[in-house]
């Protein structure tokens, strides 16, 4: 007994400064001198529920505590259970931990070990809670989809969206819970407008990743801004789940507010702008939303979205009334009554449940007649169970239901193979349900998925946080969490306490959690440093800087010019306006910094007056020189004046540069410094990009010279020429392995404004034909004249005019031979029947503006496209074909009203704005 004493009061006098291993050991002698006390197996489980290693050693430890209940005196078993299962509690063996409270709550135990138990039954439930919200398991994936992944991945960023949804569609089809494609596909729709679609694939996006903070953010901004009231709730829902994964997307609390006010919750919106702005937000739309607010006050808001009831599968009147009088008749003549019934309806399956329980089996033709009725099989299975089948009748019905398509019938069938011991197959259905849009039985799936996943070892605390974010209570969050960040603490806990110091608006206290928290705390440190400037964390900026991350060169300068040094600032705010995306909320505060820096500092502004007053006269210089020896040919805006027929060609030219070389190759100047290699070969290959546009322009100076024009030499043309200048200069650069940044990045301006306006301008320079009605009275004159003179049918035409005229970007020859070719067509083909004529502007379903000529006729046969693209060029329609394609057109077939059949046409794109 004294040694039994000297172990506890050994291991209460270390335990503020032994280790937990000297704690254990002190512990595990007192049970083994004394193995009927309980407080040593109560303190060593309460000691091992904390242990980093308690996961590895759960059997053994659980083992001895299991001993030594059976050892202690009955009295002191349930204080003993209670410490038990806590421990199963924090080695994730949560239906054992309920299991063992159940059995005390059963026993009836006094005041105060009920007390505890109901306060550790609550955590288990939060804990629960908690571990819902964890992301379902990733698929397995073989390395030839992931490969057609990054595939269509690069296809999306270049534009060709349509490429990349069709690859996503296969992909999920392949591995509906795999959720990289699942977020290639929403991006996919996103960038081909198809924004409901893409809501519908958020969400199940965020079904199977809870914590994939852009798809929340991206799903909320479509239902707050395309949605109605009755999407209020979920915009609110998921702009709540993105602000709670990322405390930094502050401009979501403003969407917030708005659909707070759509809904009449008027303090919610008022709140939520409060947040925005003590979260360092600016936006000029704060005063009207809290005008708004405040007008509202008040009001009452009633939106929640109902889902439609499926209506029930209905029998005959005649089997119902059998079903009925079944219900009140003895076995043998029930029994006749349902076989009846089910008889008469073979899908009623109310009285097919009813006929098994009575030994019947299940009629064949009550399976024939739900062999293509998903819910109705799953409605079956359902019904057997319940009157007691076994597994093996009802698998079949879920198989062909899940064939079938019902979704909550593989929510059934994991249960059902569960129950039969396949574990893979059961979560196999779990990954696909959760996958399915709208589940009903989400909560009861991921409880499922708790029996089949191993809980995830690590703390529970941030996800239980979460949670009290997404409620908006972060002071919850902070109590879940500790509530102050202390050096030593694991980064992720302070991580997380930065996350709700942010979230609540507190960034001083935000930055100090993210200062502790290390380099990993650096991309969020600079975010917030970036709103509410601090000089004591310009170190962690610096190194952050150092690392690539924009929002710190823009805290670094905001510090600088807080200490009045912008000669220091200017530098840090131009590469921070060089490297940051599109989409950083720094970029119009950092735009409105560097205009007030470069007109209050006299000496920037001169130095770049003087950079300019002297390429302005090294340019005059040079153009003065060229110009006497190399005068002859004109620039392209002269030729076009003189030969319009040439703009197809250098419209072409013109697209094609800006398209394929200053968008998607000179584009990658701006991933300097960190990635030279890459921007170099995207300059220098497959040919230097100042060869390709020279190449181009060649090519147009030869059509030139067929249609009897000169241009100027590449060297001089205005537009083309400082355009392969530069693009050589940074070529040279980039061959050169300590070629100047800094000039890299003023080619790389001048190449994204000033010669890209350039090229914007020739596309301008088009002809431009206004036909009015007299216009288009003398040309249909000149066809009848020439058809009559041929002894063709002639039938006078109706014009039909929108306004009073329309502008075609199509030279005036052209567009009159491309009439007259329809005029003539529809003529043929209407054989004195009727033609109409039709002239205007409409807008295609991408939002574009056309300009529209089109000849209609009343004759009973059909034309298409494709006939059309089959004929030979040179004469009627095919001749309309290429001439329209040549102006940039495209031929067009459509039906018309009676008393007309068809017309045929050519669209052209609205001429541009002059």
Not at 259 to 281: K, P, S, T, Y
Request: glycine share 8%; net charge positive; with cysteine.
């Amino acid at each position: 007994m004294i040694a039994l004493f000297a172990a506890l009061l050994a291991a209460g006098a270390s335990g503020q400064s032994s280790a937990p291993s000297s704690l254990e050991r002190s512990y595990r002698r007192a049970i083994s001198l004394k193995p009927s006390r309980w407080q040593p197996y109560a303190n060593l489980a309460q000691l091992l529920a904390e242990a980093p290693d308690r996961w590895d050693r759960a059997e053994e430890i659980l083992a001895l505590l299991q001993r030594g209940l059976a050892s202690v005196p009955a009295a002191a078993q349930p204080a003993l259970s209670l410490r038990i299962a806590d421990f199963e509690r924090s080695v994730g063996r949560i239906a054992q931990a309920k299991a063992r409270l159940a059995a005390l709550q059963e026993a009836n135990p006094r005041s105060d070990v009920a007390r505890r138990l109901r306060e550790l039954a609550d955590g288990i439930g939060e804990e629960e809670r908690a571990r819902a919200i964890e992301d379902w398991p990733e698929p397995q994936v073989a390395e030839a989809p992931r490969a057609a992944l990054a595939a269509a991945e690069a296809r999306l960023e270049q534009g060709d969206a349509r490429e990349a949804l069709a690859a996503s569609e296969k992909l999920c089809a392949e591995q509906p819970a795999w959720r990289g494609a699942r977020w290639l596909r929403a991006r996919a729709l996103e960038a081909m407008g198809r924004v409901d679609e893409e809501a519908r694939e958020l969400r199940i996006l965020t079904q199977l990743a809870p914590s994939h903070a852009a798809a929340w953010r991206r799903l909320g901004e479509i239902l707050a801004q395309q949605g109605g009231l009755f999407e209020a709730d979920r915009a609110d829902e998921a702009l709540r789940q993105a602000l709670a994964l990322e405390p930094s997307s502050i401009e979501l609390w403003l969407l917030r507010a708005r659909v707070a006010i759509r809904q009449g919750r008027a303090q919610d919106a008022q709140r939520a702008l409060e947040r925005f702005e003590r979260a360092g937000g600016a936006s000029p739309e704060v005063a009207r939303l809290v005008a708004v607010a405040r007008a509202q006050a008040g009001l009452a808001a009633t939106a929640q979205e109902e889902r439609p009831a499926l209506q029930p599968r209905e029998p005959s009147q005649q089997a119902r009334a059998l079903f009925q009088r079944a219900a009140s008749a003895p076995p043998e003549m029930a029994r006749q009554l349902l076989q009846e019934a089910v008889d008469d309806s073979p899908g009623f399956v109310d009285a097919v449940g009813a006929l098994f329980a009575l030994g019947a089996g299940v009629p064949e033709k009550t399976v024939q007649a739900l062999d293509q009725d998903g819910p109705g099989l799953l409605e079956l299975a359902a019904r057997l169970r319940r009157a007691g089948s076994g597994a093996a009748l009802v698998a079949p019905f879920l198989d062909r239901a899940v064939q079938l398509g019902a979704p909550e019938a593989l929510h059934a069938r994991a249960a059902l193979r569960l129950e039969q011991g396949d574990r893979a197959g059961a979560l196999e259905d779990l990954l696909a349900y959760a996958a399915s849009p709208r589940p009903d039985h989400l909560e009861e799936a991921r409880a499922l998925r708790a029996q089949l996943v191993p809980p995830a070892r690590d703390d529970v605390s941030a996800l239980q946080a979460r949670l009290r974010l997404v409620e908006d209570r972060p002071e919850a969050a902070l109590a879940v969490l500790g509530g102050r960040c202390t050096p030593g603490s694991p980064s992720s806990r302070l991580l997380a306490l930065g996350e709700v110091r942010e979230f609540s608006g507190q960034l001083r206290e935000a930055l100090e959690c993210y200062q502790l928290a290390g380099d990993v705390g650096l991309p969020r440190l600079a975010r917030v440093a970036a709103r509410s400037p601090d000089a004591r964390a310009v170190p962690e900026l610096q190194r952050a800087a150092g690392r690539g991350v924009p929002a710190a060169l823009w805290a670094l300068a905001r510090i600088d010019l807080d200490q009045r040094k912008p000669d220091q600032a200017l530098p840090l705010v131009e590469r921070f306006l060089a490297t940051a995306g599109p989409d950083d909320p720094g970029r119009a505060d950092a735009r409105a910094a560097r205009e007030q820096i470069l007109k209050t500092t006299t000496a920037a502004t001169e130095a770049r007056l003087r950079k300019r007053v002297a390429a302005a006269l090294g340019a005059a210089a040079l153009l003065a020189a060229l110009a006497s020896s190399f005068w002859g040919g004109a620039t392209i805006e002269r030729a076009l004046r003189r030969a319009p027929r040439l703009f197809p060609t250098a419209a072409r030219a013109a697209a094609e540069v800006r398209h394929d070389v200053l968008k998607h190759r000179a584009s990658a100047l701006g991933m300097l410094p960190s990635c030279r290699a890459d921007v170099a070969r995207a300059l220098l290959s497959p040919e230097p990009a100042s060869q390709a546009v020279a190449r181009r322009y060649q090519e147009l100076r030869k059509t030139g010279r067929a249609q009897g024009v000169s241009l100027r030499r590449l060297s001089r043309e205005p537009v083309f020429g400082p355009l392969v200048r530069d693009l050589a200069r940074a070529e040279d650069l980039l061959r050169e392995p300590s070629g100047s940044e800094a000039e890299l990045a003023r080619l790389d301006e001048r190449l994204r404004q000033l010669h890209a306006a350039r090229l914007s301008s020739l596309l301008r320079l088009g002809p431009r034909t206004r036909l009015d009605a007299g216009a288009i009275a003398g040309w249909i004159r000149d066809v009848e004249a020439e058809m009559r003179r041929g002894g063709s049918s002639w039938t006078a035409p109706s014009i039909l005019l929108q306004g009073m005229e329309v502008e075609f970007p199509v030279e005036r020859g052209a567009l009159s031979t491309i009439f007259a070719n329809l005029l003539r067509n529809a003529q043929a083909a209407a054989q004195g029947g009727k033609v109409i004529v039709r002239l205007g502007e409409e807008r295609d379903a991408a939002g574009r503006d056309l300009t529209v000529l089109l000849v209609g006729d009343s004759a009973p046969g059909g034309i298409s496209l494709e006939s059309i693209e089959r004929r030979e060029t040179g004469r009627g329609l095919a001749l309309v074909r290429d001439l329209t394609r040549e102006w940039q057109g495209h031929l067009v077939v459509r039906s018309e009203e009676p008393p007309w059949k068809k017309a045929v046409g050519a669209c052209f794109p609205a001429p541009p704005a002059t």
